[in-house]
């Protein structure tokens, strides 16, 4: 079983930044998948960005490409999204996600573990 606890979310103008943090543990960290997805009112949840085991590569939906950076830290079992040039549009719950086996993906069923979200609101 892997617990995952996402934090940092929070009301912000638009043009502010914000940085999530997600813990997992359970696992060996510097062996799973992360990724970060979102959900906003009356939508489906979406793909925000992976990051590799190592953290050497990374993956970004167009929509937060250059605005967006996804990092991570194994010795602290942390990965991080960091958010700049916030849109309303981003307002939504973001989820951070664990990966046990093979490379990132950006469907939600390829998943195993979910923290259970952070509200990130942008107003305009």
């Known amino acids: 079983q892997v617990q995952v606890v996402e934090s940092g979310g929070g009301l912000v103008q638009a043009g502010d930044s914000l940085r999530l943090s997600c813990a997992a543990s359970g696992r060996t960290f510097s062996s799973i998948t992360m990724g970060w997805f979102r959900r906003a009112p009356g939508k489906e949840r979406e793909f925000v960005a992976g990051?590799?085991?190592?953290?050497?590569?990374?993956i970004y939906a167009d929509s937060v490409k250059g605005r967006f950076t996804i990092s991570r830290d194994n010795a602290k079992n942390t990965v991080y999204l960091q958010m700049n040039s916030l849109k309303p549009d981003d307002t939504a719950v973001y989820y951070c996600a664990v990966k046990i086996t093979g490379l990132w993906a950006q469907i939600p069923g390829e998943y195993d573990y979910w923290g259970q979200g952070t509200q990130v609101t942008v107003s305009s």
């Open positions: 990051i590799s085991r190592s953290g050497v590569t990374t």
